[in-house]
C-alpha cells in the first residue's frame, strides 16, 4: 500500500486545500472499492439477514472499542482535540446495546469476528500509542461515514429485518447530533483547523487510505467467514434432524456391540462410542507430519489462542458448578487447570498485550458457546468434555510437549507451560484415579446416553476447529498477499499473527494445517489407547 499512497498522496501534496478535501480525494478510489465489496453490494439491495448483522456488529463493537479507548487515551493530544467528540459520536454504548439485544446478556462471550477485523484493531492500539494524530484519520472515515452512508444502512437494515422497535438499531442513532449536515461541517472545520507539518499532514492522509483498505479487508473476510458459518449452519441443521433419534441409536448400537464386559464403566462406554472420531484423528497424515516435527511458531500461537479460548470456557464452567454431584468428582483445579499456564504461554509469546492479539476461527466460538450453554443448562455434560480433554493433554500432550520444544527451539521451557502439569506427579497413577472418580459418578440411563453422546460432540467440536483454522489461514495469506502488495512488509507490531512468506505455498498450507490440526487431533485422541 505504501508506494501506492505516495503516489496518490503527491497528487494532493503542497495544494491549498483542506484536510478534508485531500483526504476526500486520496480516498476516491478507496471509497469506491470499499461500496462495491460483495458485502456492501448485497447490503444495499436489502439482502442482509440476521447472523450477517450480528457478525457485522461484532467487528464495529471492536473496531470502536478499540478507536474510542485511543481518543479518550489521547483527547489532550493537540491533533486529536479538535475532532474529540464523545458525546456527540462515541458508537461503542450504541454496539454494546444492539449485541445484548441480539446476542443476550452474554453476548461478550459470543463475539465473532475475522482476522482483519483483529488486525485493524492492532493498528489503532499501534498508533494510539505511537502517533495518535493519525486517529484523525480512522475518526474522520468512520464518524463521517455513519453520519452519511450509514443512516441509509440503518433504514435498510430496520426494513430487512423487521426491527420496527428500533431495538438492535443504536449503532446508527446519534441522539447527541440535531442535524447530520451541520454537524459534518463543524467536524470538517475543526479537523481542518488542526496544526500539522508537511510530514504530519502526508502522514494522516496515507492513514486514511489505509483507514478505507482496512475496512475493505473487514468487508472481504466478513463474507468469507458468512460463507463458512452459512455451510456450517446447513450442515448443523442437517444434523439435528438426525441427532436425537440416530444419535441415542448409534451410542446404544456401540455400546451393544463394544462394551458387554465392561457396561458399568462410563470410560470405557467414551471409549468405545468415539472409536470412530478416535480412529479419523490418528490415522491421517496429520498426525504422522506434526510428529516428524513440522509445526512453525506463528502456527503455535494460533494453537495456544484457540486452546485458551477453550479451556477459559471449560474452567470457568467447572469452577461455576464444582458443587454439582456429576461435576464433584471430577473436578481437580489444582492438577489440571489450564487457563493460568495458557495465559503465560501466550504472554511470553506475543507480549503484554496478548489479549488484544487473540485469534480464533468461529468454530473455536461454536466450541466454547456449548460449553457456556451446558455448563449453565446441564452441567453433567462436562464430564465429557473434560475427560476428553484434560485425559488427552496428559497422555498424547505430553508427546507433543517435547516435539514442540524441539521444533521451535523452546530450551528454556518457556511458552509450553500448557504442556506441564505440576501437580501431577504421576500422569498414568493420575489419570487411573480420574477414570475411577469419573465411572463412580451415578447417572440414569438418559443421563448417561446424554454424556457419550456430548463425548462424540466433544471431537466434532475439534474436528470443526480443525477445518475453520485451514480456511482462517486461507483467508489470512490472501489478505496478507494483498496487504504486502500494497503496503510492503509494513510494521511486525501490527502483524501479529502475519505468516511469513514461505508458508504462502500449498506444502506450506498443508504444513499448518498438519501442524495445528495435529496437537488438537493427538490430545483428544492418544489418551484412549
Same mark, same amino acid.
Given at each position: 500500500?505504501?508506494?501506492?499512497?505516495?503516489?496518490?498522496?503527491?497528487?494532493?501534496?503542497?495544494?491549498?486545500?483542506?484536510?478534508?478535501?485531500?483526504?476526500?480525494?486520496?480516498?476516491?478510489?478507496?471509497?469506491?472499492?470499499?461500496?462495491?465489496?460483495?458485502?456492501?453490494?448485497?447490503?444495499?439491495?436489502?439482502?442482509?439477514?440476521?447472523?450477517?448483522?450480528?457478525?457485522?456488529?461484532?467487528?464495529?463493537?471492536?473496531?470502536?472499542?478499540?478507536?474510542?479507548?485511543?481518543?479518550?487515551?489521547?483527547?489532550?493530544?493537540?491533533?486529536?482535540?479538535?475532532?474529540?467528540?464523545?458525546?456527540? !459520536?462515541?458508537?461503542?454504548? $450504541?454496539?454494546?446495546?444492539? #449485541?445484548?439485544? /441480539?446476542? &443476550?446478556?452474554?453476548?461478550?462471550?459470543? %463475539? *465473532?469476528?475475522?482476522?482483519?477485523?483483529?488486525?485493524?484493531?492492532?493498528?489503532?492500539?499501534?498508533?494510539?500509542?505511537?502517533?495518535?494524530? !493519525?486517529?484523525?484519520?480512522? $475518526?474522520?472515515?468512520?464518524? #463521517?461515514?455513519? /453520519?452519511? &452512508?450509514?443512516?441509509?444502512?440503518?433504514? %435498510? *437494515?430496520?426494513?430487512?429485518?423487521?426491527?420496527?422497535?428500533?431495538?438492535?438499531?443504536?449503532?446508527?442513532?446519534?441522539?447527541?447530533?440535531?442535524?447530520?449536515?451541520?454537524?459534518?461541517?463543524?467536524?470538517?472545520?475543526?479537523?481542518?483547523?488542526?496544526?500539522?507539518?508537511?510530514?504530519?499532514?502526508?502522514?494522516?492522509?496515507?492513514?486514511?487510505?489505509?483507514?478505507?483498505?482496512?475496512?475493505?479487508?473487514?468487508?472481504?473476510?466478513?463474507?468469507?467467514?458468512?460463507?463458512?458459518?452459512?455451510?456450517?449452519?446447513?450442515?448443523?441443521?442437517?444434523?439435528?434432524?438426525?441427532?436425537?433419534?440416530?444419535?441415542?441409536?448409534?451410542?446404544?448400537?456401540?455400546?451393544?456391540?463394544?462394551?458387554?464386559?465392561?457396561?458399568?464403566?462410563?470410560?470405557?462406554?467414551?471409549?468405545?462410542?468415539?472409536?470412530?472420531?478416535?480412529?479419523?484423528?490418528?490415522?491421517?497424515?496429520?498426525?504422522?507430519?506434526?510428529?516428524?516435527?513440522?509445526?512453525?511458531?506463528?502456527?503455535?500461537?494460533?494453537?495456544?489462542?484457540?486452546?485458551?479460548?477453550?479451556?477459559?470456557?471449560?474452567?470457568?464452567?467447572?469452577?461455576?458448578?464444582?458443587?454439582?454431584?456429576?461435576?464433584?468428582?471430577?473436578?481437580?483445579?489444582?492438577?489440571?487447570?489450564?487457563?493460568?499456564?495458557?495465559?503465560?504461554?501466550?504472554?511470553?509469546?506475543?507480549?503484554?498485550?496478548?489479549?488484544?492479539?487473540?485469534?480464533?476461527?468461529?468454530?473455536?466460538?461454536?466450541?466454547?458457546?456449548?460449553?457456556?450453554?451446558?455448563?449453565?443448562?446441564?452441567?453433567?455434560?462436562?464430564?465429557?468434555?473434560?475427560?476428553?480433554?484434560?485425559?488427552?493433554?496428559?497422555?498424547?500432550?505430553?508427546?507433543?510437549?517435547?516435539?514442540?520444544?524441539?521444533?521451535?527451539?523452546?530450551?528454556?521451557?518457556?511458552?509450553?507451560?500448557?504442556?506441564?502439569?505440576?501437580?501431577?506427579?504421576?500422569?498414568?497413577?493420575?489419570?487411573?484415579?480420574?477414570?475411577?472418580?469419573?465411572?463412580?459418578?451415578?447417572?440414569?440411563?438418559?443421563?448417561?446416553?446424554?454424556?457419550?453422546?456430548?463425548?462424540?460432540?466433544?471431537?466434532?467440536?475439534?474436528?470443526?476447529?480443525?477445518?475453520?483454522?485451514?480456511?482462517?489461514?486461507?483467508?489470512?495469506?490472501?489478505?496478507?498477499?494483498?496487504?504486502?502488495?500494497?503496503?510492503?512488509?509494513?510494521?511486525?507490531?501490527?502483524?501479529?499473527?502475519?505468516?511469513?512468506?514461505?508458508?504462502?505455498?500449498?506444502?506450506?498450507?498443508?504444513?499448518?494445517?498438519?501442524?495445528?490440526?495435529?496437537?488438537?487431533?493427538?490430545?483428544?485422541?492418544?489418551?484412549?489407547?
Amino acid at each position: 500500500m505504501e508506494a501506492d499512497m505516495k503516489k496518490v498522496t503527491e497528487k494532493v501534496k503542497g495544494t491549498d486545500s483542506d484536510l478534508s478535501e485531500q483526504i476526500k480525494a486520496v480516498t476516491k478510489d478507496s471509497h469506491v472499492r470499499a461500496e462495491n465489496t460483495e458485502l456492501m453490494l448485497s447490503y444495499q439491495r436489502g439482502h442482509i439477514t440476521l447472523p450477517q448483522y450480528k457478525l457485522l456488529l461484532c467487528s464495529l463493537y471492536e473496531i470502536y472499542r478499540a478507536l474510542e479507548e485511543e481518543l479518550d487515551r489521547n483527547s489532550a493530544n493537540p491533533g486529536v482535540a479538535p475532532i474529540y467528540f464523545p458525546q456527540e !459520536l462515541a458508537r461503542k454504548e $450504541a454496539l454494546e446495546n444492539d #449485541l445484548e439485544f /441480539l446476542l &443476550g446478556q452474554g453476548w461478550k462471550e459470543k %463475539i *465473532t469476528v475475522p482476522v482483519a477485523t483483529h488486525k485493524y484493531v492492532q493498528r489503532l492500539r499501534q498508533i494510539g500509542k505511537e502517533n495518535p494524530t !493519525l486517529l484523525v484519520a480512522h $475518526a474522520y472515515t468512520r464518524y #463521517l461515514g455513519d /453520519l452519511s &452512508g450509514g443512516q441509509v444502512l440503518g433504514r %435498510i *437494515t430496520q426494513k430487512s429485518l423487521g426491527l420496527s422497535s428500533g431495538e438492535g438499531l443504536s449503532f446508527f442513532s446519534f441522539p447527541g447530533v440535531t442535524s447530520p449536515n451541520r454537524f459534518k461541517q463543524l467536524y470538517r472545520s475543526r479537523m481542518n483547523s488542526v496544526e500539522l507539518t508537511e510530514e504530519e499532514r502526508e502522514g494522516v492522509l496515507e492513514e486514511a487510505v489505509r483507514a478505507f483498505e482496512f475496512n475493505i479487508q473487514v468487508f472481504d473476510d466478513l463474507q468469507k467467514m458468512l460463507t463458512v458459518t452459512e455451510a456450517d449452519a446447513n450442515w448443523q441443521h442437517r444434523q439435528a434432524q438426525h441427532s436425537s433419534k440416530d444419535g441415542v441409536e448409534t451410542v446404544k448400537n456401540r455400546l451393544t456391540e463394544k462394551v458387554q464386559i465392561s457396561s458399568s464403566d462410563l470410560s470405557e462406554q467414551i471409549k468405545a462410542v468415539t472409536k470412530d472420531s478416535h480412529v479419523r484423528a490418528e490415522n491421517t497424515e496429520l498426525m504422522l507430519s506434526y510428529q516428524r516435527g513440522h509445526i512453525t511458531l506463528p502456527q503455535y500461537k494460533f494453537l495456544l489462542c484457540s486452546l485458551y479460548e477453550i479451556y477459559r470456557a471449560l474452567e470457568e464452567e467447572l469452577d461455576r458448578n464444582s458443587s454439582h454431584p456429576g461435576v464433584a468428582p471430577i473436578y481437580f483445579p489444582q492438577e489440571l487447570a489450564r487457563q493460568e499456564a495458557l495465559e503465560k504461554d501466550l504472554e511470553f509469546l506475543l507480549g503484554k498485550n496478548w489479549q488484544e492479539r487473540i485469534a480464533v476461527p468461529a468454530a473455536t466460538h461454536r466450541y466454547t458457546e456449548r460449553l457456556r450453554q451446558i455448563g449453565k443448562e446441564n452441567p453433567i455434560l462436562l464430564v465429557a468434555h473434560a475427560y476428553t480433554r484434560y485425559l488427552g493433554d496428559l497422555s498424547g500432550g505430553q508427546v507433543l510437549g517435547r516435539i514442540t520444544q524441539k521444533s521451535l527451539g523452546l530450551s528454556s521451557g518457556e511458552g509450553l507451560s500448557f504442556f506441564s502439569f505440576p501437580g501431577v506427579s504421576s500422569p498414568n497413577r493420575f489419570k487411573q484415579l480420574y477414570r475411577s472418580r469419573m465411572n463412580s459418578v451415578e447417572l440414569t440411563e438418559e443421563e448417561r446416553e446424554g454424556v457419550l453422546e456430548e463425548a462424540v460432540r466433544a471431537f466434532e467440536f475439534n474436528i470443526q476447529v480443525f477445518d475453520d483454522l485451514q480456511k482462517m489461514l486461507t483467508v489470512t495469506e490472501e489478505t496478507d498477499v494483498r496487504h504486502r502488495r500494497t503496503t510492503g512488509n509494513g510494521d511486525p507490531s501490527t502483524m501479529a499473527f502475519q505468516l511469513p512468506t514461505s508458508l504462502v505455498s500449498s506444502l506450506s498450507v498443508t504444513r499448518f494445517v498438519l501442524g495445528v490440526c495435529i496437537v488438537l487431533a493427538v490430545a483428544v485422541g492418544i489418551y484412549l489407547r
